[in-house]
């Protein structure tokens, strides 16, 4: 991993954090954002090199939790992200706070001149963390002679229940090397997966993935996530094709159907299966317009479906035949209209 080059507008050769960041900035940010801030300013100091991974086993973060906090900082105005031109992190440039809001009082001592620190030519650029490298079979090997790493390849195959294959051993050393997971935490996401019926490790990766984009790096914190919705969510989810972690639109549909709607689970399952007979795109909208019709037409249980759709089925007969009998002097067209209703529908 390649080091980087701190810099700032006006250095002095000590650690001095200011007002304005503890008045106006601490509250809002995150243990992350601050650990991760006050450190570039330690190092800045002392006029050390670091690097994104440095910082990550620092602190015990991914890699990712690193660039998202530094890119807070970068939107709140305190630093500047220097990259190449394959647009990887050489550079952090940490800025000067700028003239505070209110008007600032005339200090009675000479200023101290400001002292530039010269760059240094960083070593290498930051590898992305979304990348997943070709490993070869000399850094398998080596990933599976570790004697931590053969362990968790042990367990993994007795969760699984197979052996695993190279890709499987890629997939893992990713996990463990990119997205930086303890062997504790491989071990709970596997387990997690396959508690879920899902033991394929596409599937195995994508919720790391996502585990690593919410900044889960414990077992702990992975079972809070995995309790903060009760089974009839899941349930639901993969009623509509979906996997994972649900997105906070799903969740504010469900909790619609649910709360406010006051469905039970069974009328929102029996939308799920025909949502899914009738599209394969934006099902959670095609299912919200299904019960939202239902919410409308009173239905509070599964047995008032049936009898919504019988009237609804003896509507269009009739209609069809007072059509028939007003106008059969004339040509008639003989048009589906249940394939004209789903057309419609799926628009």
Not at 75 to 85: A, C, S
Not at 123 to 152: H, M, Q
Not at 202 to 227: C, F, N
């Amino acid at each position: 991993m390649g080091f980087l080059t701190i810099y700032q507008d006006n250095y002095t050769d000590s650690t001095v954090i200011s007002n304005r960041f503890i008045d106006e900035y601490m509250q809002a940010a995150n243990d992350a954002q601050l650990k991760i801030y006050l450190y570039l300013i330690r190092m800045m100091s002392a006029r050390l090199n670091t690097s994104i991974s440095d910082i990550a086993d620092t602190f015990n973060y991914t890699e990712k939790d690193v660039m998202r906090a530094l890119k807070y900082w970068e939107k709140n105005r305190l630093l500047t992200l220097d990259y190449d031109e394959h647009k990887n992190v050489i550079g952090i440039h940490l800025l000067d706070f700028g003239t505070p809001t209110a008007p600032p009082v005339t200090p009675q001592i000479a200023p101290v001149p400001s002292v530039s620190v010269p760059s240094v030519t960083p070593l290498a650029s930051v590898v992305p963390i979304a990348s997943k490298p070709n490993y070869t079979l000399d850094e398998l090997k080596a990933f599976k002679s570790d004697e931590s790493s053969a362990r968790l390849l042990f367990v993994a195959e007795q969760y699984l229940k197979k052996t695993l294959s190279a890709n499987d051993v890629r997939t893992i050393l990713f996990i463990s090397d990119k997205l930086g997971f303890s062997e504790d935490l491989i071990d709970h996401l596997i387990q997690y997966c396959v508690d879920r019926g899902k033991k394929d490790m596409r599937y195995i990766e994508k919720v790391a993935l996502s585990w690593a984009d919410q900044g889960i790096t414990t077992p702990k914190q992975a079972a809070k996530l995995a309790g903060k919705y009760e089974k009839s969510v899941y349930d639901i989810m993969k009623a509509l094709g979906r996997h994972g972690t649900p997105t906070d639109t799903e969740v504010s549909y469900i909790n619609r159907w649910k709360k406010e709607y006051g469905f039970d689970t069974d009328v929102i399952m029996t939308a799920c299966e025909r949502t899914v007979l009738a599209t394969d795109n934006h099902r959670f909208e095609y299912a919200d317009s299904i019960l939202s019709s239902w919410y409308k037409a009173g239905v509070h249980h599964k047995s008032d479906i049936q009898s919504l759709d019988e009237n609804y089925r003896r509507g269009k007969t009739t209609a069809r035949t007072v059509t028939s009998n007003k106008f059969n002097q004339f040509k008639q067209n003989d048009y589906d209209f249940d394939a004209l209703e789903q057309e419609i529908l799926s628009n």
